[in-house]
């Protein structure tokens, strides 16, 4: 089985989230699933508001995100979680 490389766009409830210490909870969260992160990136969205962007790798034959995705939406600091892209890697 190949590995897939996943884009999550992680929405904060607010301005006031502590956008560190949430990438830390995502990042256990995905590594729960069994993926690894490899990159995290915060992009400006409007008015202050910044969403995370989490990079990871996980086994293709895991299946769907979906799972994950309702984990880090129950986080408290969470307002929504879209996949922005997936694509399987080279190697």
Known sequence: M????????????G????LNALAEK??????????????VE?????????SLMIYFVMPEGKGSTEPLEKEIEMLDDVES???????????
């Open 2 to 13: 190949a590995d897939v490389v996943v884009t999550l766009k992680v929405m904060p409830k």
């Open 15 to 18: 301005v006031d989230v502590d």
């Open 26 to 39: 995502v990042k256990e969260k995905v590594s729960a699933f069994g993926g690894e992160v490899g990159k």
């Open 42 to 50: 915060e992009k400006p969205v409007a008015f202050g508001l910044k």
């Open 81 to 91: 979680v879209d996949v922005v892209d997936v694509r399987r890697a080279v190697g």
